[in-house]
């Protein structure tokens, strides 16, 4: 039976927290799906607790078992199986904010009822940062249109702290299948590509200014917890390389420019965090992989290159030489100040 929405959860021992994510869910009512994807757990009950809500909810949780394969393949499993007409990924370790998942849903019905469906619905998430007890609300009033269905040639400019995020879209399934949207295994970040490889298939927009997700940040063991980022700078550069790989910016660009601009400034934001991390590794071998990274983009696109080697972001995180790289730690610090983006 066709649902509105799939909501992919994966989940990986994660029994300490999940409920809270699966129970805002489950607020949404009988047309919605939950599929709970175990990617494999084995130190908690988190696979005891995905079968129960399962027998709990047979009309409206799934349970998936999976070896374990990281969190892009628990994305990949909700795809294969969503029999939403849309389709959202919620960590496991987040939730929605009930009133406006209500209407939200409310606004995706009222498109599916007038046969309408848009590709994709934008809505607010915030931060709810753990370690201060304090909450970041990013909005999008100053990009997009409120209220009415619109596409690329309609959007504003993205501040810094303004890209999209897995936490604030709502992709229509079958432009994910369509797109042939298929996330790497045991790779982290790997929501980056989530949000940025379906972008030029998408022809309709629509944005809700509400508050829907929100996002936990600042667990010690947390995957953009920034000695965690150190340590998996190899999967940030797996995406990284993903990203550069699957789309010519040049052809996007001639096809909708707001677009193609708001990509090469996602994909210089992803350039920037990894030449970051790897400044921060500090060993040679780090240091060689950021000059080959650079390098790779140099011998895929030399316009591109040079276009984003001087563009502000990535530039001041690939300083040359020992001072110059500890200015670009410090920029990263005070931006982090600032952002509090991790």
Known sequence: MEKLITFAVPCYNSAAYMEHCVDTLLQGGDDIEIILVDD???????????????EQYPDIVRAIHQENGGHGEGVNQGIRNARGIYYK???SDD???????????DKLRQFTR???????????????????NTQRPVNYRNVFPVGRVFNWRHIGRFR?????????VIYRTQILRDGGLELPKHTFYV????VYQPLPHVRNIYYMDVDLYRYFIGRADQSVNESV?????DQQLRVTYHMIDCWNLRFVSKQNKKLGRYMFNYLAMMMAISSIFLTMDGSPEALGKKTQLWEYLRTVD???????????????????????????????????KIYKFN
Not at 40 to 54: E, F, L, N, Q, V
Not at 160 to 168: A, R
């Open 95 to 105: 939730w929605v904010d009930t009133d406006a998942l209500r209407q939200v849903l």
């Open 160 to 168: 810094p702290s303004q890209y999209l995020l897995m936490h604030s």
């Open 40 to 54: 494999g757990s084995t130190k908690d009950d988190t696979p005891a607790i995905c079968d129960r809500y399962a």
């Open 229 to 233: 980022m150190i340590g998996r700078v």
């Open 302 to 336: 030399k316009g591109l290159y040079h276009r984003m080697k001087y563009f502000a972001v990535p530039a001041a995180t690939n300083l040359p030489n020992a001072p110059g790289r500890r200015m670009s730690i410090g920029l990263y610090r005070i931006a982090r």
């Open 191 to 194: 929501d980056n590509i989530f």
């Open 114 to 132: 007038d046969g309408k469906p848009i590709d994709l619905m934008i809505a607010n998430y915030v931060y709810e940062h753990v370690e201060d």
């Open 89 to 91: 990924v919620v960590d």
